[in-house]
């Protein structure tokens, strides 16, 4: 398992207090805060909101290529989560915080999005069936040394066994992923192809 080779630098790799308050300067606390969710957003977003909407962005995908140490894996098996990468489209969830308790709640989704500082956060422009949102997405540099440009099937399948973090499996939650994007309309025909190579595997 080659490119999954472990990674022992669990500290972060940037000061994530400063990009707190970089982001939360652009966004400037005058108007209700959004966020895209691509993965566990969609069926765990861990904050309080009061609308969501089905959306789409451009110029991003959903990939399952991030390795996981700590949530959905180890420094000694790493596991994967999904990341949001350069190229193509991707469509998610936008949800809208008010105002009043967005600070609050960035806050606790900082916490739990950026504990290493990883993702990149950026405004993302989501259109969404009542008019485009600019909206707070976690993507990933191609980069980044957490991004796995590549991995085998035989390799994905191994991960998929085994993977194991304080959350639970690589494979619960590619799964968990996988169905609330069914249960939404949302086709996402890698990981529908992902879920396949595992069920073969007989890992369902």
Not at 164 to 181: N, S, W
Request: charged content about 25%; proline content about 6%.
């Amino acid at each position: 398992m080659a490119c999954l080779r472990p990674d022992t630098m669990l500290k972060p790799v940037r000061d994530t207090t400063a990009l707190l308050e970089t982001t939360r300067a652009q966004w400037g606390g005058h108007q209700d805060l959004w966020v895209f969710g691509y993965a566990s957003l969609i069926w765990r977003p861990e904050f309080e909101f009061d609308e969501h909407r089905m959306a789409m962005v451009r110029g991003w995908h959903r990939c399952f290529r991030m390795r996981s140490r700590v949530n959905r894996g180890t420094p000694d098996l790493p596991g994967l989560v999904f990341a949001l990468v350069t190229g193509g489209s991707c469509r998610g969830m936008v949800y809208r915080i008010p105002r009043a308790r967005a600070n609050d709640e960035l806050d606790r989704l900082w916490l739990r999005e950026m504990p290493t500082g990883v993702y990149d956060p950026r405004w993302l422009p989501c259109d969404t069936a009542h008019g485009r949102v600019t909206a707070l997405g976690f993507t990933l540099s191609r980069r980044s040394p957490s991004f796995l440009p590549h991995i085998p099937d035989e390799e994905m399948i191994k991960v998929l066994r085994h993977a194991r973090g304080r959350y639970g499996t690589t494979l619960e939650y590619m799964v968990k992923t996988a169905d609330a994007l069914h249960a939404r309309g949302m086709l996402d025909r890698e990981l529908a192809r992902l879920v396949r190579l595992a069920r073969d595997a007989g890992l369902d």
